[in-house]
């Protein structure tokens, strides 16, 4: 079974920066796609940022240049570095993998965007 625990979300205003960090009960060396979900009230869980590959990112329009995923292999966590956000950023932000053909998602972490 693997757990994924998300932590980092919070309050923050306008133009402010958090970085969220996920941390999984296995080893993701050799997990390629992992990454990051979010779903605002009443909308559908979407794609944020996630590891294609072991190099290769994709990114949502809406956040790109703003947010950057990164890895490290030798804590088993991704972490998602979110800056000059805004209040459309607000939603729990889930952290998924895939391991052997079967995706796995962490419980959520609120980030809410307001001043």
């Known amino acids: 079974q693997v757990q994924l625990v998300e932590s980092g979300g919070g309050l923050v205003q306008p133009g402010g920066s958090l970085r969220l960090s996920c941390a999984a009960s296995?080893?993701?060396?050799?997990?390629?796609?992992m990454g990051w979900y979010r779903q605002a009230p009443g909308k559908q869980r979407e794609l944020v940022a996630r590891?294609?590959?072991?190099?290769?990112?994709k990114y949502a329009e809406s956040v790109k240049g703003r947010f950057t995923i990164s890895r490290d292999n030798a804590k088993n966590t991704v972490y998602l570095q979110m800056n000059s956000l805004k209040p459309d950023d607000t939603a729990v932000y889930y952290c998924?993998?895939?391991?052997?053909?079967?995706?796995?998602w962490g419980q959520g972490t609120q980030v809410t965007v307001s001043s």
């Open positions: 998924n993998l895939m391991r052997f053909g079967y995706p796995y």
């Open positions: 296995v080893s993701i060396f050799l997990i390629d796609e």
């Open positions: 590891f294609t590959s072991i190099m290769n990112t």
